[in-house]
């Protein structure tokens, strides 16, 4: 699909689904500083997990916002029924060796995510934090509500952890519920959450009614 622009009041910004060559080190360097805390335990240093993430990229299955030619927000997403991305565990032995590795892939195992057919799961939502609360976070759900629409899905979902009010305050003004709340005390020491809410909001496939 082309890029389309809009204006967020402070700017003219430039959404584009998949990642274009060149730009996946930005974008996971935009992953890690939203999700660096969460990630961690998993991926740390920094300097092996922002390569790490950069390689495991899947380019398609993702929205860019750019302002200035400057890539500054990224959304990765899942499809239900799509075939995941194989690989993982060997890059992550072959990245942090076979002992650290099985470990790291243990923790890795806690965020997967196997979305049902009919479902967009969304894998995360990073702005840089220079272009935060100028609307970029709502394009870039807007711009997944219809690449699920096309995609026949009738419902987005995400989790969303009990340290993030602000990004949940962000969900439920663009129509998300909450589905459940699973509470993990025993996580809040290693990965610094106690809590992940699964939101969800309906989508009227492409062609067919909202119900």
């Not at 890690?32 to 335990?41: E, T, Y």
């Not at 790490?52 to 400057?70: H, K, M, S």
């Not at 969900?171 to 589905?179: H, I, P, Q």
Request: proline share 6%; charged share 25%.
């Amino acid at each position: 699909m082309a890029a389309e622009e809009t204006d967020t009041g402070s700017g003219p910004v430039t959404l584009r689904r998949s990642v274009p060559a060149g730009a996946e080190r930005r974008a996971a360097e935009l992953c890690w500083g939203a999700f660096g805390r969460k990630l961690g335990p998993a991926l740390n240093p920094p300097d092996k997990a922002v390569p790490f993430l950069a390689a495991r990229l899947d380019a398609d299955r993702a929205v860019c916002a750019f302002a200035g030619g400057e890539l500054v927000a990224f959304a990765e997403y899942q499809l239900g029924g799509q075939e995941p991305a194989k690989g993982a565990a060997t890059a992550v032995l072959r990245t942090y060796g076979r002992i650290r590795g099985l470990y790291r892939l243990a923790l890795l195992a806690l965020f997967e995510n196997h979305p049902k057919r009919g479902r967009l799961v969304v894998a995360g939502i990073a702005v840089d934090p220079g272009f935060r609360g100028q609307g970029i976070g709502s394009l870039l759900v807007e711009e997944l509500a219809a690449i699920a629409a096309e995609r026949g899905c009738r419902e987005i979902r995400l989790d969303v952890i009990d340290t993030n009010s602000r990004a949940k305050a962000l969900y439920e003004r663009l129509g998300f519920a909450t589905v459940r709340t699973i509470r993990t005390p025993y996580l809040r020491r290693l990965l610094g959450f106690g809590a992940v809410t699964t939101m969800c909001r309906s989508v009227a496939p492409k062609g067919l009614p909202a119900q």
